[in-house]
């Protein structure tokens, strides 16, 4: 018994064990790439860049500091890009 090197555990014993830490060094991987695509910031996109500048041009509308004329063609020049 002195020579047994593998402790009892046998070849599938090994293999459970490597597939276990492959799966968790996979969800460690997942973890932070998830972490990190959540922490980038959406202003780049151009649907929630496009949102922002419709909102404050409607806002800047409602406030009286652009007229109407202004207004549709910053309007039109958003919808260009």
Not at 1 to 17: E, F, K
Not at 29 to 45: C, E, K, P, Q
Not at 66 to 71: L, N, R, S
């Amino acid at each position: 018994m002195m020579g047994y090197s593998n402790y009892g555990m046998g070849g599938g014993g090994w293999l459970v064990m490597t597939l276990v830490m492959i799966a968790f060094w996979s969800l460690v991987v997942f973890a932070i790439a998830a972490i990190f695509r959540g922490t980038r910031s959406d202003v780049t996109s151009t649907g929630a860049a496009r949102r922002d500048a419709d909102q404050i041009l409607d806002e800047r509308l409602a406030r009286g500091e652009i007229d109407g004329e202004e207004y549709r063609t910053r309007k039109a020049a958003l919808r260009a890009d």
